[in-house]
């Protein structure tokens, strides 16, 4: 069985900080691991993933994560946090059959 | 081109009543998934159609929730007849096959099912 756990369900960093969103996540098989950014009112979207390769993944709006297999971790940063950063991020990994297993979420706060 | 829609995007319904929801997945995707948060919990899956069939439908709670793809194009999720515990936001997402790689699934903005 596979499980995503994201630590701190709020981030609250300042505008021009560094951003780093934590994810662990536990899989039988070799990953393929996601994040989603959820804007008020919109859908998921996705901000980057990783399936095989390169290690270091980038993604939109300056966003990028690396993979992590020693430590089983796929942690979300952006060097500089910007107030349209404000969200909530999804982890999430996917199994053999498509299905996404999502974390709890963690909701970032960017303070002027 | 046009993402994945959802309606409603937020039904307000009395404990025992029945609620449609309808998700057009992106044109030509022929996966289509349903997924659901209850409050403050995580994102989880509900099913999986592929095309007209249903691939997997591991995550459905019990026989109150009913999903179809008639036509292998929109899909319906009814819940009949509605718990207090069903609210939630209704996420659907759509993907197209991807063979060999990462199917990367796009989303809808949700559908908020409140129960009273």
């Known amino acids: 069985a596979q499980s995503v756990t994201q630590l701190g369900s709020h981030v609250s960093v300042s505008e021009g900080a560094l951003v780093l969103l934590r994810c662990n996540y536990s899989s039988s098989v070799p990953p393929y691991l996601f994040w989603y950014v959820q804007y008020p009112n919109q859908g998921l979207q996705l901000l980057l993933k990783y399936t095989t390769g390169a290690t270091l993944v980038k993604g939109i709006n300056g966003f990028e994560a690396e993979f992590k297999k020693s430590e089983t971790s796929f942690h979300l940063t952006k060097p500089s946090a910007h107030m349209s950063d404000a969200a909530e991020y999804f982890c999430?990994?996917?199994?053999?059959?498509?299905?996404?297993?999502f974390g709890g979420g963690t909701r970032l706060m960017v303070k002027p | 081109e046009a993402g994945v829609t959802q309606f409603p995007s937020h039904s307000v319904i009395e404990k025992g009543q029945t609620v449609t929801l309808r998700c057009d997945p992106i044109s030509g995707h022929d996966n289509l998934y349903w997924y659901r948060r209850v409050m403050g919990k995580e994102i989880k899956f509900l099913l999986h159609?592929?095309?007209?069939?249903?691939?997997?439908e591991s995550g459905m709670p019990n026989n109150r929730f009913l999903a179809e793809r008639t036509g292998g194009t929109y899909s319906t999720l009814k819940v009949q007849p509605a718990e207090l515990e069903d609210s939630g936001v209704y996420f659907c997402?759509?993907?197209?096959?991807?063979?060999?790689?990462?199917?990367?699934?796009?989303f809808g903005a949700g559908s908020r099912l409140t129960v009273l």
């Open positions: 999430a990994v996917r199994n053999a059959g498509n299905m996404l297993t």
């Open positions: 997402a759509s993907s197209q096959a991807q063979p060999g790689g990462a199917n990367v699934l796009t």
């Open positions: 159609f592929v095309k007209e069939s249903k691939q997997d």
